[in-house]
T-cell receptor, first 112, second 110 residues
Framework: DGGITQSPKYLFRKEGQNVTLSCEQN?????MYWYRQDPGQGLRLIYY???????QKGDIAEGYSVSREKKESFPLTVTSAQKNPTAFYLC???????????FGQGTRLTVV | EDQVTQSPEALRLQEGESSSLNCSYT??????LFWYRQDPGKGPEFLFT???AGEEKEKERLKATLTKKESFLHITAPKPEDSATYLC???????????FGGGTRLMVKP
């Protein structure tokens, strides 16, 4: 079954804790992305990676960190520095510039 | 800075009532315009890619068109199962990332 797998689907975190969201792809795509979606809004780019061991900040990178040690994996860590972490997080993968990205089913993070 | 504006924010249609969704964009060198469908609580599902003005793509009841300033998603004789949020995104020639609009929430009533 090919595609993008995000886990967990739901995640609860206490204030002050870091949490890591998993994203795995078996599409063999070079580019991977993390987006954040707030209720009733579009998607905002957090980080993206065009190749292994390389990544760039998006529009709202503050309070987040990523790594890209393997082509198929692009985990996102939400740190305690992120002031409003409650949101729906979406991971995507694609072949790169000018091509479509394919999304996972998302992780809903709630800070309690 | 790339900008994507979608209108209307919400659209209510009766089953069979055709209409169009708009996506206006400002981008420094369009490399591609993308349409997605998103159901509540799910990730966006890819629909179409358009590359140049005048291009059209069709899939079932949906047809996407592109001009130099905007794209339209035409929905012909919609059914209740077409109810979803439709997202538009652009990619410029400076990088790989997609810039998204705020989406249009479509509700089709039987």
């Amino acid at each position: 079954d090919g595609g993008i797998t995000q886990s967990p689907k739901y995640l609860f975190r206490k204030e002050g804790q870091n949490v890591t969201l998993s994203c795995e792809q078996n599409l063999n795509h070079d580019a991977m992305y993390w987006y954040r979606q707030d209720p009733g809004q579009g998607l905002r780019l957090i980080y993206y990676s065009q190749i292994v061991n390389d990544f760039q900040k998006g529009d709202i990178a503050e309070g987040y960190s990523v790594s890209r040690e393997k082509k198929e994996s692009f985990p996102l860590t939400v740190t305690s520095a992120q002031k409003n972490p409650t949101a729906f997080y979406l991971c995507a993968a694609g072949r790169g510039a000018g091509t479509e990205a394919f999304f996972g089913q998302g992780t809903r993070l709630t800070v309690v | 800075e790339d900008q994507v504006t979608q209108s209307p924010e919400a659209l209510r249609l009766q089953e069979g009532e055709s209409s169009s969704l708009n996506c206006s964009y400002t981008v420094s060198g369009l490399r591609g315009l993308f349409w997605y469908r998103q159901d509540p609580g799910k990730g966006p599902e890819f629909l179409f890619t358009l590359y140049s003005a005048g291009e059209e793509k069709e899939k079932e009841r949906l047809k996407a068109t592109l001009t130099k300033k905007e794209s339209f998603l035409h929905i012909t004789a919609p059914k209740p199962e077409d109810s979803a949020t439709y997202l538009c995104a652009v990619n410029n020639n400076a990088g790989n990332m997609l810039t998204f609009g705020g989406g249009t929430r479509l509700m089709v009533k039987p």
